[in-house]
């Protein structure tokens, strides 16, 4: 059971937009502003596609955004890609001695 | 460019140990905290501890505490990741993932290290 609860799946078309939600408590979401997503696709190293909620880092494309409301983090992709079709996991900061809580992780596909 | 280099595959017997690591290159090894993170087949990921590379200090998850041990070598910028008194459920993949410069979050992260624990 992880920490964070995310949708196991969700799909889309390309050129459609999709939002996954990330669910935690006022421990570690609704606590720090620090919550962060990755990209995992076979065979490559996980890829940080959000930072700090809403901070893309250099070289992500700005299709990735994401949001925070209490203790529920969102993911925004818009324009969907066929190479956006990845597990997408979210993460947050929890304090010590927890220090950082994942997401069980959301299979994206694009139909 | 910032590079995570993990070793091979490991398969494993219960009751043993095992030593992953995970070299760097490309940036300053020493000026990065270094995490580990496993994800076991099917489940979410899971935090197992960080290390200070320029310190050595340590800290790990409750759940690891006692049968993990995460070391460095500034002469090599490699970072290891022993996980003792194997068990099944240890199946996983293991990765190592440098911790943004002030921030809380991941920015370069290893390919990944599958530990099979099986008799």
């Known amino acids: 059971q992880s920490a964070l609860t995310q949708p196991a799946s969700v799909s889309g078309s390309p050129g459609q937009s999709i939002a996954i939600s990330c669910t935690g408590t006022s421990n570690d979401i609704g606590a720090y502003n620090v919550v962060s997503w990755y990209q995992l696709q076979p065979g490559k190293a996980p890829k940080l596609i959000i930072y700090d909620v809403n901070e893309g880092p250099s070289g992500v494309s700005n299709r990735f955004s994401g949001s925070k409301s209490g203790n529920t983090a969102s993911l925004t992709i818009s324009d969907l890609q066929p190479e956006d079709e990845a597990d997408y996991f979210c993460c947050s900061y929890a304090g010590t001695p927890t220090y950082w809580v994942f997401g069980g992780g959301t299979k994206l596909t694009v139909l | 460019q910032e590079q995570l280099e993990q070793s091979g595959a490991e398969m494993k017997t219960p009751g043993a140990s095992v030593k992953v690591s995970c070299k760097a290159s490309?940036?300053?090894?020493?000026?990065?905290?270094i995490s580990w993170v496993r994800q076991a087949p099917g489940q979410g990921l899971e935090w197992m501890g960080w290390?200070?590379?320029?310190?050595?200090?340590?800290d790990y998850a409750q759940r690891f505490q006692g049968r993990v041990a995460m070391t460095r070598s500034t002469s090599t910028d490699t970072a290891y990741m022993e996980l003792r008194s194997l068990r099944s459920d240890d199946t996983a993949m293991y990765y190592c993932?440098?911790?943004?410069?002030?921030?809380?979050?991941?920015?370069?992260w290893g390919q990944g290290t599958l530990v099979t624990v099986s008799s």
């Open positions: 290390m200070n590379p320029s310190s050595g200090n340590t």
């Open positions: 993932a440098r911790r943004r410069r002030s921030g809380w979050s991941f920015d370069s």
């Open positions: 490309g940036y300053n090894f020493i000026n990065y905290d």
